[in-house]
């Protein structure tokens, strides 16, 4: 089959049917269809031609346009006279405050603290916690130092495969359930609010 475009004898095989191929002489991209033909798209060749539209906007003229700008009236103060009292250095006296790490701090002391700064806290009770495999997922889940809790004691503390935490804050709460989602243990849930 010769290339459409630079008539270069080129070899087409069943496998290049009904794809895209690019001709390795001129690097021509045409379709070849399934027959095995060559498709190549037609251009129209663009047209210099002036249209009656563009002969009738050539004759048309605009005025430039003058910017000039506003004149300023210059004013002139007494210069500002600085308080010589006053000290400049009195800021860098002062620790910067560390807006996002304070937050966190915040945040971070609340969620160990195991006073009741809200009057919302959660029991939970866990049961089921009868194999090997589960009881080291389920120490693996609350043996973080952000619970604030000793693990081993809570381990120690499974009667039956059943062990209760008690008044649990909100965010304790939360993490606990988001580490025991995918655990297979039954937990009960009870919300005490306080007044």
Do not use: H
């Not at 430039?64 to 009236?73: G, K, L, M, R, V």
């Not at 500002?80 to 405050?97: K, V």
């Not at 966190?104 to 919302?120: C, E, K, M, R, Y």
């Amino acid at each position: 089959m010769n290339c459409p475009n630079c008539q270069t004898d080129v070899k087409i095989t069943e496998q290049n049917y009904g794809s895209l191929f690019t001709c390795p002489s001129c690097q021509a991209a045409y379709f070849i269809n399934f027959e095995g033909q060559a498709e190549f798209g037609e251009m129209n060749e663009l047209s210099l031609e002036v249209t009656p539209e563009a002969k009738a906007i050539e004759g048309f003229s605009v005025a430039p346009i003058t910017f000039s700008e506003p004149a300023i009236e210059q004013v002139v103060d007494a210069p500002l006279e600085l308080n010589q009292d006053y000290q400049i250095n009195a800021f860098l006296d002062q620790p910067a405050l560390n807006g996002f790490a304070a937050a966190a701090q915040d945040i971070s002391d609340f969620g160990n603290s195991d006073t009741q700064v809200a009057s919302l806290n959660y029991d939970l009770v866990i049961s089921g916690l009868d194999t090997v495999e589960i009881l080291s997922l389920f120490k693996e889940a609350i043996d973080d130092s952000r619970f604030g809790w000793e693990s081993n004691s809570i381990m120690k503390s499974i009667r039956n495969g059943e062990v209760s935490l008690l008044r649990l804050n909100p965010v304790k709460a939360y993490m606990l359930s988001k580490r025991l989602q995918f655990l297979d243990v039954q937990k009960n849930w009870k919300q005490n609010v306080l007044s």
